[in-house]
């Protein structure tokens, strides 16, 4: 018999905001494997940390940094390898990811290659999105409003003409991108409303208007905007 392959959302960083059934597939699989930075840390294997146990074997999936397609996907084909070999000597294997799993997640990469000969479980995990706006004490969307989630890397036209025709959005991947969505915010008239939230639930977050927020952003930071200033508005 194989064993069973598990995606496991974290949650956005802290270790306390993962689900009750992802720690306890996570304390049981004999095998956990994560997304690491080449020759760098892991930020889904930091948020586990607390919950590892002893004789866990470990296997980190070095993910290159690098805008290109091509490189990542030959590393999660050399992933789905490693955790096949796994599955085939019946070892269960977790596999960590911070966030959901299905949202923006590199879980899915794996998935594609391992769904349609393995059994897999998704786990699912507390967003960003939704813990940046429950750190600002700002509901996303109410009634009948549109929310729009958009990767800061689009084009400055595209941003613009999705944010125009939306009552709110939650803007992902901002890092070197903040000026050009800052640039479409304040022509569009919603800088007011635009609100930075930088490595959220972690003991580095910080909140600010986004009028206010570095030009040059982490990975780990996003842009909530509501047309109304508030859903409640």
Not at 33 to 59: H, K
Not at 118 to 142: D, Q
Not at 164 to 184: P, Q, S, Y
Request: proline share 7%; hydrophobic share 50%; glycine share 8%.
């Amino acid at each position: 018999m194989t064993g069973r392959v598990y995606g496991l959302g974290l949650g956005p960083g802290d270790p306390e905001l993962i689900t009750v059934k992802a720690l306890r597939l996570l304390r049981a699989c004999p095998v956990v494997a994560y997304p690491a930075a080449e020759g760098g840390d892991s930020f889904a294997r930091r948020i586990a940390a607390p919950y590892l146990t002893t004789g866990q074997v470990e296997l980190p999936i070095a993910v290159p940094m690098d805008v290109r397609r091509d490189p990542a996907q030959e590393v999660y084909d050399a992933a789905a390898i490693a955790i096949a070999a796994e599955l085939d000597a019946g070892r269960d294997v977790a596999v960590l990811c911070q966030g959901d799993p299905f949202f923006y997640g590199s879980f899915m990469y794996l998935w594609g290659r391992l769904a349609d000969r393995y059994p897999v479980e998704v786990v699912p995990g507390v967003s960003s999105m939704m813990a940046c706006a429950a750190r600002l004490g700002l509901p996303l969307a109410a009634r009948e409003d549109v929310l729009t989630v958009l990767p800061a890397t689009l084009p400055e036209a595209a941003l613009a003409a999705r944010l125009a025709n939306t009552d709110a959005a939650a803007i992902f991947k901002l890092g070197r991108h903040m000026a050009k969505v800052r640039r479409v915010l304040e022509q569009l008239g919603l800088l007011a409303v635009s609100h930075y939230v930088e490595r959220a639930t972690l003991g580095e977050e910080r909140l600010l208007p986004l009028a206010d927020a570095p030009l040059e952003a982490p990975y780990f930071a996003m842009a909530l905007v509501h047309r109304r200033g508030t859903a409640l508005g």
